[in-house]
């Protein structure tokens, strides 16, 4: 059965802190994606990686990195979090030519208090 | 920029009943993919539609595709509770990176 897994379901943390978040894939695939998911508003593209050590900004960067060292990991940096990073993110992973074909995580419920 | 809306943002119906979900998206594109996300849980793809005209049933489902209108329809049929869920509507761009709509959270009552 194929995963993506995300290390923690929930998460708090104080404003101003670095806060990462891990995202595991089993599937050897080469597409990797951050989302944010909050109501009314769907899911955004943070941030993609289309290979090992590649990265490309998505819909809204702003706040946020992402590391790509190994294939299968990908994960989202918030530098110093923010209030309004308080949401639930979403990793998922697609393969190198069916990039629409997401695969999604369970997510992580980011609070920032 | 290409935008994804979804009408409704709340749906609550009565099991047995029929409705249907809207996708409309601003500008062309021929790909068009539905979602479903339970509670708590990770999204599923539920329907590809890859041409104009393009239908796909599963169950009580069925999804279908108007490039021209720019328009997708996510048809629930004799609704049951099984089926409450949010559903997710998501355009493809010419970056291959889906662009997702807001969502219709479906709650079906018994």
């Known amino acids: 059965d194929v995963k993506v897994t995300q290390s923690s379901r929930y998460l708090v943390k104080r404003t101003g802190e670095k806060v990462f978040l891990e995202c595991v894939q089993d599937?050897?695939?080469?597409?990797m994606f951050w989302y944010r998911q909050d109501p009314g508003l769907g899911l955004r593209l943070i941030y993609f990686s289309y290979d090992v050590k590649m990265k490309e900004k998505g819909d809204i960067p702003e706040g946020y990195s992402v590391s790509r060292e190994k294939k299968e990991r990908f994960s989202l940096i918030l530098e110093s979090a923010s209030t309004n990073q308080t949401s639930m993110y979403l990793c998922?992973?697609?393969?190198?030519?069916?990039?629409?074909?997401?695969?999604f995580g369970s997510g992580t419920q980011l609070s920032v208090l | 920029e290409l935008k994804v809306e979804q009408n409704p943002l709340f749906l609550s119906m009565q099991e047995g009943k029929n409705y249907t979900i809207y996708c409309n998206y601003s500008?062309?594109?021929?790909?068009l993919y539905w979602y479903r996300q339970d509670p708590g849980k990770s999204l599923e793809s539920l329907f590809v539609l890859l041409s104009n005209g393009a239908v796909k049933q599963e169950g009580r489902l069925m999804a279908s595709l108007d490039t021209k209108a720019r328009l997708s329809t996510l048809h629930i049929t004799a609704a049951v509770h099984d089926l409450s869920a949010t559903y997710f509507c998501?355009?493809?761009?010419?970056?291959?990176?889906?662009?997702f709509g807001t969502g219709t959270l479906l709650a079906v009552q018994p």
């Open positions: 500008t062309t594109s021929d790909r």
């Open positions: 998501a355009v493809g761009r010419p970056t291959n990176k889906l662009i």
């Open positions: 998922a992973s697609s393969p190198q030519y069916q990039a629409e074909k997401l695969f």
């Open positions: 599937m050897d695939h080469e597409n």
